[in-house]
């Protein structure tokens, strides 16, 4: 019997990953026989686990289905016609939503990020642009025409449109050596087997949407309606958080985000212009109303050789106000009667050098805040020339004596806990 056992195992392995359409034991199997009718021009893959995959999705737990069906549609209909110009099957726009959930703000814990779930490494050889403040691969948009230049990429590499899928995902170096493993063969059945679970998920999660795709109604599934709200640009007159724009004007954070998906952090900064922050349609003309409450004028006493004026921030030079008036400044006794000399209270100077581990979601503008200092500083004592920095980095920080042992507290802090301490500064 313990002769058997390994023989046993293996067939009860074997089952599990058979995945030949062609075997006669899917030829009685109602999602197989639909598969095969659709007008795919990706070949059709089939196994035990798109055929779990598929009613995963037809469950429609807590209306998941629905809603990413939704998202899925609206998303086709804007930008899938790239695929169909580059002479690349539209169906293939559709790899967003078994990679990522047509979700623009998804990011994996290797780094990858936006729809189409691109490295770092993809993002720079299709010229998507990532800093502190901006990244390119959550711009639907962009990594849309991103999307389509790796696939032709791929396309060429494998002659094959389901091949190009998993390595779309994979990568062609994880995806060749599949291939040598598999014997060198042709055959995704074959190849299928040697990928690692998480890399098989690519071809499984997309046929198992693509037979969604094309049979919900059979499954009495309802598309939940999305879209996002037409937008225009606006300009801001300096650095300002998402949540100023939301709180003033009511409007949804999360549509906030949406619609400038590129941004990494909620803030906008001044160099944001050039692309212009899109807001509500219906709040362009409100925003322009409130400026004077999302940008209040900062004044600032100038040395008395301008006539003891105050300046604002824009440049413009206004009355003098007197102390008594209802600013509530308070008046120097010195002013009054200058009898005592003014007492100097000196700044600690000792500082000292703490470390800081960037995390995930962190940037030299956050950063900065937190540690009451520049990003220019930040850049000077870690010797970086770009604003690029990267999850795992260690910054040396200095930071009063006194307050060190704060400071280092802001390391064990979670994402949420910093942006309100930052926010609070």
Not at 78 to 107: H, R, W
Not at 113 to 128: D, E, H, P, R
């Amino acid at each position: 019997m313990k002769k058997l056992l390994p023989f046993i195992l293996f067939l009860t392995l074997a089952q599990y990953v058979k995945a030949d359409p062609s075997d006669s034991t899917y030829n009685k199997d109602v999602f197989f026989n639909k598969l095969v009718k659709t007008n795919s021009l990706v070949p059709i893959f089939y196994n035990e686990q798109v055929k779990k995959q598929i009613g995963v999705f037809m469950r429609n737990f807590n209306n998941s289905t629905a809603l990413l069906l939704g998202k899925a549609q609206y998303y086709h209909s804007l930008y899938a016609t790239k695929f169909e110009m580059a002479g690349i099957p539209k169906q293939l726009f559709l790899v967003c939503a078994s990679y990522s959930n047509c979700d623009p703000l998804f990011s994996d814990p290797d780094g990858a990020s936006g729809m189409w779930t691109f490295s770092y490494a993809i993002a720079k050889k299709y010229n998507l642009a990532t800093n502190s403040y901006i990244d390119e691969r959550r711009n639907p948009e962009k990594s849309a025409d991103a999307a389509v230049s790796y696939f032709k990429d791929l396309h060429d590499i494998y002659q094959d449109w389901l091949k190009s899928i998993v390595a779309f995902r994979t990568g062609p170096i994880n995806m060749n050596m599949a291939i040598h493993k598999a014997g060198n063969t042709l055959d995704y059945t074959r190849i299928h087997n040697m990928l690692t679970p998480e890399y098989q998920n690519a071809a499984v999660n997309y046929m198992a949407f693509w037979y969604i795709w094309n049979y919900y109604p059979d499954h009495k599934i309802i598309p939940v309606k999305y879209k996002l709200p037409d937008t225009d640009t606006i300009q801001v007159q300096r650095e300002i958080g998402l949540n100023a724009i939301a709180y003033n004007l009511n409007i949804s954070e999360d549509v906030l985000r949406l619609s400038n998906s590129e941004l990494r952090i909620d803030i906008v900064p001044i160099s944001y212009n050039s692309k212009g922050l899109r807001i509500p349609k219906e709040k362009v003309g409100e925003y322009h109303a409130k400026l004077n409450i999302l940008f209040p004028p900062t004044f600032i006493v100038v040395d008395s050789t301008l006539n003891d004026s105050l300046i604002m921030d824009n440049s413009i030079l206004v009355k003098p106000l007197k102390y008594n008036d209802t600013l509530n400044i308070q008046v120097d006794e010195e002013e009054e009667e200058d009898e005592n000399p003014k007492k100097v209270v000196k700044k600690d100077s000792k500082t000292v050098t703490i470390v800081y581990v960037v995390k995930k979601g962190d940037g030299l503008l956050l950063i900065a805040d937190l540690f009451d200092c520049k990003t220019s500083d930040i850049k000077k004592w870690n010797g970086i020339k770009k604003d690029h920095i990267f999850k795992g980095q260690k910054l040396k920080i200095k930071v009063p004596k006194s307050k060190a042992a704060q400071y280092k507290k802001i390391n064990t802090m979670t994402t949420a806990q910093k942006r309100k301490l930052a926010k609070r500064s």
